[in-house]
């Protein structure tokens, strides 16, 4: 239902899973950034969350810097 903060954190976070299995770590960037925005400043759930875009966002660098030079 529309409101529903733990509803769309939960969507937020599994889409963002997939984005990461499926080597899209900018898109895993911005959903896990989009689901911290979504909870308060002391929700718990915001330390994984912001863990799992750290390794996003290192993968994501990563795959940037790492590309062969032509």
């Given amino acids: 239902p529309a409101g529903d903060v733990d509803a769309a954190v939960a969507f937020a976070e599994r889409a963002a899973d997939d984005a990461v299995r499926g080597l899209a770590h900018g898109e895993a960037v ?3 950034t989009r689901a911290m925005a979504l909870l308060a400043a002391d929700d718990p759930r915001r330390r994984l969350l912001a863990v799992r875009r750290v ?3 290192q993968a994501l660098t990563h795959a940037t810097v790492d590309q062969p030079r032509r």
């Fill in 30 to 32: 911005e959903l896990y």
């Fill in 55 to 57: 390794l996003a966002y």
